[in-house]
Structure formats: structure tokens, C-alpha cells
């Protein structure tokens, strides 16, 4: 009875395999295509309607032109290596810095960030509140960052599990000892965190914050929510980031372009995009006491596309500089709605800052809104990036009467050095990729 079962189902197993016909096999190959496609379709709508931008580049992904079988970083290497830099300013301008963003670093968690030459630990607390110190342990130089535990407010050390307080750098227990040394504590950066940054303040003679960063109610309150972020290095003086804002003729040449003309400069002008055209006017003025530290650049954008003017896409954008190394970009518009993108300017390194733009916006307003404009911000960021990580800085610039703000703007900008801010001491050949 079981060899006549088995049979039976052979029997009905190869007659079930006769009734799939090719053109059955093909119609479900198709569906199984298809509804792959809408799967990646719909994670794609996903993402654009609901998930934050976020665009960041490694130090060799923009600016640099590979050519002759070489790689990006090849390239980068050797421009670095036989560009002439010029007779540069100090290269750690006095104010505030961001570290990082907020929601990068959650309670308990430790980070390690390379900032105006140092290692430091970045860890919150389990108290909530964000502390920096000095990475390397004064016991045997461990990375508190590499391997270190919160506790409490303190970090601890992977090496040996000496403690170290993060509002003072103190350090409060060494397990194998008895007694802690008074003098045993690491530097703690005066930090702060405001608009949902991290943000610590240097000075070179160590003296205090001599101004506050200001707070963004609309983001405090929650009115305005994170969108995403981009990241950029650049191969660049801090002070060269800034200077555009005061640089006012370059933006008709190199932003005249459309951001389908992409971020070459080499392709840049193609007549392929030239139906669709950027107009630029600004100004750039600083602000008086007790605003000293601040400037402003107030821009006025329209978009032309077949030579028709768009004037649905004009925008108006307050660009406020607090300090050496943060802008608030503030959109107003009665139909795109209203937000901010923080462009912060970190020193890595002597010439290598990390530049990042931090988008919040009205929350009411759909996500592709503040996304496209962080997108195209990106494309004419990038562009100067090109410019940036190849040119010289030049300390007495040949300028024409049109140019007059950019002198303006280097008086302004040389309060933040002191005497004894640091200079470059020697200029590394490359970038270690």
C-alpha cells in the first residue's frame, strides 16, 4: 500500500509540473520582478517623505580631479603636497566650535573626536548632560574615548579604570589605590549645548567664553525639527570659509550655474543646463557692539528657467555669522515656510576643517521641502570646496573697488586672534588616506 502511495504521488507531482506552462513561469517571474521593484520604490518614498538627509564625504570625495589611473585620494595627496599655501593667519581662530550634533551621542555613550589639533572624549552622562575632556589618560595615556565607560558623571579608563569627573576633569577613583594624587585630572573644554549641538570654546591664553552662542527658540521649543545633515573637509584655512560670505562678485560666477550643472568646475558652464540660472544679490556688513563678534550676509535668490523667472523660488536668506566658526543661514518664505541651516566651521587640523550644515525646520512643512533646499545648498557648497582645497590664500590680494568687503571682512575677522594664537609650523604632504 505505500509502494502504490509513493507512486500516486510521483504521478502527481509530475503531472502538477506539466500543468506550469512557460508562459506561467514568465508571469510569475514577472510579479516577482515587479514586486521587487515597488518594494524598492516604496523604501525610496520612505526615506524621501520621512527619513532626515544626510550627505557626508570623506576628505578626498570632493575638490579634487583624478586623472591618469589615479585614485581621489592619490590626487588629494598630491595636491596637498605641491600646493603653495601663502603666509597664512593663526590657524585656531578664539570661539566657539561644534563637536557634534546632539542626537549623535546618547546617554552613556563616549565618543572620540580629533578637533583644532587635539583628541578629545565626548560622553553624556547619566544625568544627561554632554561633557568634554582631554582624551588621553595622565596615568599611561590610554584613549578615554577608545574603550571607556560612563558612570554617573564620571568616564573611566579602559587601561586601568582610573575615574575622571566631566564637569571638572578631576579624577575621583583609582581601584587599586587607596588614595587618589590631587594633582591627577585631565583638561575639561568648556562646553555648552544649545540648538541641538555640542559645541566647546578655545582661547589660546585659556581665558573664557567672551560670548554666548544664541539659542534658537523655534528648535528649543520643538517648532522646528531636524531634517538632516551634510559633511564636508576641506583642505583650507578656517578663515577662507567664511571670507565668501564678504566675497560677493564670486557668487555671480561660480552659483550662476544650476544645481543640475553638478559641482565640477569643469562642467559646471556646459550649455547642456543652461536653461535653468541662479541670480544673486547680497551684502555683507558687520554688526556693532555689543555684537562685535557677529556679521551678517543678506541674500537675495531668484531662479530662472527657460529665461522665465520663478518668483514662487525667491527667497530671501539672512546669513548671521556669531564668531569664527558658526552661521545660521535663516529662511523665511511665505510658501516654502521657515527654518535655519547651522554651517559649522570646525579646525581638524592647521588646514583641514570639517565643515557640517545642520538643517531644522518647521515641523508642519513636508520633509522633501527642507531636504531639497539642504541638497542644493550641498551641490554650490561643493563647488567652492573645488576652489578651496586648490587655491593659495593670499595675505595682500589684488583687489578692485567692487572688492572692498573682503578687506572689510579680514579687519572684522582678525579680532579673534590673540597674540599668542597658534601659526602654522609645518605643513604635512599628505592626508593619510
Known amino acids: 500500500m505505500s509502494v502504490l502511495k509513493a507512486a500516486a504521488g510521483i504521478g502527481l507531482g509530475v503531472l502538477g509540473a506539466q500543468l506550469i506552462t512557460p508562459q506561467d513561469a514568465l508571469w510569475r517571474a514577472t510579479l516577482c520582478v515587479l514586486a521587487g521593484v515597488a518594494l524598492l520604490a516604496a523604501r525610496w518614498l520612505y526615506r524621501l517623505l520621512f527619513c532626515p538627509l544626510e550627505i557626508l564625504k570623506s576628505p578626498d570625495d570632493v575638490g579634487y580631479i583624478a586623472q591618469g589611473g589615479r585614485s581621489r585620494a592619490?590626487?588629494?595627496?598630491?595636491?596637498?603636497?605641491?600646493?603653495?599655501?601663502?603666509?597664512?593667519?593663526?590657524?585656531?581662530?578664539?570661539?566657539?566650535?561644534?563637536?557634534?550634533?546632539?542626537?549623535?551621542?546618547?546617554?552613556?555613550?563616549?565618543?572620540?573626536?580629533?578637533?583644532?589639533?587635539?583628541?578629545?572624549?565626548?560622553?553624556?552622562?547619566?544625568?544627561?548632560?554632554?561633557?568634554?575632556?582631554?582624551?588621553?589618560?595622565?596615568?599611561?595615556?590610554?584613549?578615554?574615548?577608545?574603550?571607556?565607560?560612563?558612570?554617573?558623571?564620571?568616564?573611566?579608563?579602559?587601561?586601568?579604570?582610573?575615574?575622571?569627573?566631566g564637569n571638572d576633569g578631576k579624577c575621583v577613583k583609582v581601584p587599586y589605590s587607596e588614595k587618589v594624587p590631587e594633582f591627577?585630572?585631565?583638561?575639561?573644554?568648556?562646553?555648552?549645548?544649545?540648538?541641538?549641538?555640542?559645541?566647546?570654546?578655545?582661547?589660546?591664553?585659556?581665558?573664557?567664553?567672551?560670548?554666548?552662542?544664541?539659542?534658537?527658540?523655534?528648535?528649543?521649543?520643538?517648532?522646528?525639527?531636524?531634517?538632516?545633515?551634510?559633511?564636508?573637509?576641506?583642505?583650507?584655512?578656517i578663515q577662507e570659509i567664511p571670507e565668501n560670505g564678504a566675497d560677493i562678485a564670486h557668487l555671480a560666477h561660480l552659483h550662476t550655474p544650476g544645481m543640475v550643472s553638478g559641482v565640477d568646475l569643469r562642467y559646471t558652464n556646459n550649455k547642456t543646463w543652461d536653461f535653468v540660472r541662479h541670480d544673486w544679490k547680497a551684502q555683507w556688513e558687520p554688526e556693532s557692539a555689543p555684537n562685535k563678534h557677529c556679521s551678517q550676509m543678506l541674500v537675495k535668490h531668484a531662479l530662472t528657467v527657460f529665461g522665465c523667472h520663478w518668483s514662487l523660488l525667491d527667497v530671501h536668506v539672512v546669513a548671521r555669522q556669531v564668531g569664527p566658526g558658526l552661521v545660521f543661514l535663516l529662511f523665511d518664505h511665505s510658501f516654502l515656510g521657515r527654518g535655519v541651516i547651522m554651517h559649522c566651521v570646525t579646525p581638524v587640523e592647521p588646514l583641514l576643517q570639517c565643515v557640517s550644515h545642520t538643517i531644522f525646520y518647521q515641523s508642519n512643512i513636508p520633509p522633501v521641502v527642507p531636504k531639497f533646499i539642504l541638497k542644493v545648498e550641498s551641490i554650490h557648497f561643493e563647488r567652492d570646496v573645488m576652489i578651496w582645497n586648490n587655491k593659495k590664500y593670499i595675505s595682500k590680494p589684488l583687489l578692485v573697488k567692487e572688492d572692498s568687503a573682503v578687506q572689510k571682512h579680514r579687519r572684522w575677522y582678525s579680532q579673534f586672534y590673540s597674540e599668542n594664537s597658534p601659526r602654522l609650523q609645518h605643513q604635512r604632504d599628505t592626508l593619510d588616506f
Request: hydrophobic fraction near 35%.
Open 74 to 165: 592619490q590626487a588629494a595627496n598630491e595636491v596637498r603636497r605641491r600646493r603653495k599655501v601663502g603666509e597664512l593667519p593663526p590657524v585656531y581662530p578664539n570661539g566657539w566650535y561644534r563637536v557634534l550634533d546632539s542626537h549623535m551621542l546618547h546617554r552613556g555613550e563616549v565618543k572620540n573626536v580629533s578637533i583644532l589639533g587635539e583628541e578629545v572624549a565626548v560622553f553624556r552622562g547619566e544625568d544627561g548632560k554632554a561633557y568634554v575632556l582631554d582624551a588621553y589618560c595622565p596615568h599611561l595615556g590610554a584613549n578615554l574615548a577608545v574603550g571607556g565607560r560612563v558612570f554617573g558623571s564620571c568616564i573611566e579608563c579602559p587601561f586601568h579604570g582610573w575615574q575622571f569627573r
Open 184 to 237: 591627577a585630572k585631565v583638561r575639561c573644554w568648556t562646553s555648552c549645548e544649545v540648538n541641538k549641538q555640542i559645541l566647546v570654546w578655545f582661547h589660546c591664553d585659556g581665558e573664557g567664553p567672551q560670548w554666548s552662542v544664541p539659542e534658537q527658540g523655534e528648535i528649543t521649543q520643538g517648532e522646528w525639527v531636524y531634517r538632516g545633515r551634510t559633511e564636508h573637509f576641506i583642505n583650507a584655512h
